[in-house]
């Protein structure tokens, strides 16, 4: 079955340093890939999503994500941090056959200090 | 467009007892999903839906149940509560995307926070 693991249940940055959340996925058969972003009190926010077309995706709030098939990886960077990007994000990947259903990592929550 | 909401916000349950959570769409997406989020599990699939009058168990199944008597709402029951059913209830909506292949991007509502004691 497929998964996700997500390294790091918590990630400390200072404002202004590159964010870097790691993502890494179980299927041999490049799945379709997923970051979602929840800030406090409120529900999963879609970032960005790979679906087999570029390997580098850009997403909302200046985030972006590399499929590396080679390492099966899908990690989340953003090159600045800002106080606002404090948030939990989670990986979420499903495959060709149940496209319809994604399989969520644990999370990783983002500090982000002044 | 409200996108998914969820009623209610925050409830608290005595053990036994029973309760629905109501979700809503108006974006006319043929599929719909109920998930818990627990610390350090991530989210976790209850129950979906593919349409309208049909049901499907996921991860997580045992101690719900689920109806979908219309396209647009998806409602989550308790017959009767327990303590490990404390959770935040978070429901979803998705459509299809046909880009190279078919992908499903799944928009979630604010999620409810259920208590059982």
């Known amino acids: 079955a497929q998964s996700v693991t997500q390294l790091g249940s918590h990630v400390s940055v200072s404002e202004g340093a590159l964010v870097l959340l790691r993502c890494n996925y179980s299927?041999?058969?490049?799945?379709?890939l997923f970051w979602y972003v929840q800030y406090p009190n409120q529900g999963l926010q879609l970032l960005l999503k790979y679906t087999s077309a570029a390997t580098l995706v850009k997403g909302i709030n200046g985030f972006e994500a590399e499929f590396k098939k080679s390492e099966t990886s899908f990690h989340l960077t953003k090159p600045s941090a800002h106080m606002s990007d404090a948030a939990e994000y989670f990986c979420?990947?499903?495959?060709?056959?149940?496209?319809?259903?994604?399989?969520f990592g644990t999370g990783t929550r983002l500090q982000v200090f002044p | 467009n409200a996108g998914v909401t969820q009623t209610p916000k925050f409830r608290v349950l005595k053990t036994g007892q029973s309760m629905t959570l109501l979700c809503a769409q108006d974006m006319n997406h043929e599929y719909m999903y109920w998930y818990r989020q627990d610390p350090g599990m991530g989210l976790r699939l209850i129950h979906y839906?593919?349409?309208?009058?049909?049901?499907a168990k996921g991860e997580v199944p045992d101690g719900y149940n689920v109806s979908r008597l219309k396209k647009q709402n998806f409602l989550l029951g308790l017959e009767s509560a327990a303590p490990s059913q404390t959770s935040v209830y978070f429901c979803?909506?998705?459509?299809?995307?046909?880009?190279?292949?078919?992908?499903?991007?799944?928009?979630f509502g604010p999620g409810t926070r259920l208590t059982v004691t």
């Open positions: 979420a990947v499903s495959d060709l056959e149940t496209a319809d259903k994604l399989i």
């Open positions: 299927s041999s058969v490049p799945p379709y």
């Open positions: 979803a909506s998705s459509y299809p995307t046909r880009g190279q292949g078919l992908s499903y991007e799944q928009y």
């Open positions: 839906s593919v349409g309208e009058g049909t049901t």
